[in-house]
DNA sequence: AAAAAACTGTTGCAATTGCAACAAAAATGA
DNA sequence: TCATTTTTGTTGCAATTGCAACAGTTTTTT
């Protein structure tokens, strides 16, 4: 997130009270919200991580998002007509930020500063979410298990030299991020492993091309 | 698309010769713009139809994304890391109003009618693009061809009692746009209709469930 | 109006992926 | 610390998907 966003001036607004803005801490496994019903209102991650979840009929899970410091969540982002359940649960501790909204774009009668840091900030806020989101289309549009694995070892040594990571989600996890069978992902890193590509010892992964 | 956003307001800016911004006519098949290099703009759709697409190393075509009315595209909202070569196609004779900016959030020096409507706006029209992506999210992470078209059904029968529809694409587009292959799209579409879910006739398709 | 190009519908076959299951290892928590 | 739960690593098998190919249809271009 390289935005101007600064996360301070949000939580001294908070201390001036203005009365649409929460803040809460969730411990790990805690549900944050939901998508079910319409709630108006506005989240953002100000430390920890979050996921937004879809188990469909099947029992199979989804990560559909992953959420991180300074970005936004929340039912007003998602399509109204999708008839699945989402959920969001804390993946580690979080603080997150609940903005509560008559309408997005009205200023709010108090034109209190918050207010007006919330609106100069959410066109950036706003737009490095879509960067991210397209960042997951990406990945999700990739044909095959290995692109995808690929596709997002390449994301994770993205700007750095160093060719080795440790992954930040588990394996379970990662399956479910990229909407893949766990078993057929872990098979697949193996032929990775074997063919050369990549040097895999538990959750630490060095790419070799 | 159900913003509030004027697009009768950015032409008539045009007209006052806001130097920052040029509307071009594409017709169908015209390469409106590529993401390969940065060019500082944002482009949006005035009318008609385009489509931004991938050919990766197998020669495989994806429609990563389509845009529409006041949608908003360029590469200013893609992640800089993909190196894929991206380009966007006009699928229909449409207008496109490029904005070339400096600093995207930075108050243009004349300080113009234009500008200041522009930003009024964007956050408005970054939060209907979020929406959007999120429903292709929605979409590609579905486990399997038949789930994918179900869901794309789904929203393409959104909001209207009729369970009859023609198809926006054509077969080969729309295989490419939920990133599967035709033959087997095609194939899923015949079981489907065998198994009597939806009655197919050529690009009309009638829900039967 | 004829020729060329693109799209549809279909199939056999191969490759990939998902499913189920289980043992071993690691992490969690009581 | 010990018991319980979760995760990892693996495999055989079944189901799904992709690939290649081709004929017929429709659309576009000349």
Redesign the interface.
């Known amino acids: 997130m390289d935005t ?1 966003f600064d996360k301070k001036i949000f939580i001294e607004n908070f201390k001036h009270n203005c009365n649409r803005i929460k803040i809460k801490n969730f411990v790990k496994g805690e549900t944050v919200t939901t998508y079910i019903e319409k709630r108006n209102q506005i989240c953002f991650v100000l430390s920890g991580e979050v996921d937004l979840i ?1 188990y ?1 009929f ?1 029992g ?1 899970k ?1 990560i ?2 992953h959420f991180v410091d300074n970005d936004v969540f929340g039912e ?4 109204a ?4 359940e989402l959920f969001v649960t804390a993946r580690k501790n979080s603080e997150i930020l609940f903005y509560t909204y008559d309408s ?2 009205t200023k709010c009668r108090r034109n209190c500063d918050f207010h007006k840091e919330l ?2 900030s ?3 806020l ?2 490095d ?10 990945l ?4 095959n298990i290995r ?1 995808k694995l690929l ?1 997002y070892f ?2 994770l040594t ?2 750095s030299i160093r060719k080795t990571f440790t992954l930040p989600y588990s394996y379970t996890d990662l399956a479910d991020f990229l ?1 893949i069978d766990r078993s057929a992902m872990m098979r697949e890193l193996k032929l990775l492993a074997d063919e050369g590509f990549i040097k895999k010892n538990g959750s630490k992964i060095t790419l070799l091309y």
């Open positions: 101007n879809r469909d099947n199979n989804t559909i998002g007003v982002f998602y399509p007509n999708t008839n699945n997005l774009f609106t100069n959410l066109s950036e706003f737009l979410q879509i960067v991210s989101l397209n960042l997951r289309i990406e999700l549009t990739k044909r692109e596709a390449e994301i993205k700007g909407s």
